[in-house]
Nanobody, 117 residues
Framework: QVQLVESGGGLVQPGGSLNLSCVPSGSIIGIRTMGWYRQAPGKQREAVATVTSGATINYADSVKGRFTISRDNAKNKNTLALQMNGLKPEDTAVYYC?????????WGQGTQVTVSA
């Protein structure tokens, strides 16, 4: 069964940057939407940034101008990245990547991002 593998999380000071990556362990066909979500302790999971198969991108208001989502469909690899700049303590959360196809919804295992001085 194909899994999404995330990497790039860690501890960073306020104002710092991190780049998250999401790579599927195998081929996924028929992707409609790819995205990054996050869940902070005691809060619901929320959408951070999404990109559709038609390249429409949406960002949460809280990350606009600081985060950039990108995808690489070369050779059907379907990798997804999230460049995070100007990180704030309120960005602290577990970040998950998500691929939605016509048949199912794929989630990664999550990667911890902690922003603290």
């Amino acid at each position: 069964q194909v899994q999404l593998v995330e990497s790039g999380g860690g501890l960073v000071q306020p104002g710092g940057s991190l780049n998250l990556s999401c790579v599927p362990s195998g081929s996924i066909i028929g992707i409609r939407t790819m995205g990054w979500y996050r869940q902070a302790p005691g809060k619901q999971r929320e959408a951070v940034a999404t990109v559709t198969s038609g390249a429409t991108i949406n960002y949460a208001d809280s990350v606009k101008g600081r985060f950039t989502i990108s995808r690489d469909n070369a050779k059907n690899k379907n990798t997804l990245a999230l460049q995070m700049n100007g990180l704030k303590p309120e960005d602290t959360a577990v970040y998950y990547c998500n691929f939605v196809t016509f048949l199912r919804n794929y989630w990664g295992q999550g990667t911890q991002v902690t922003v603290s001085a």
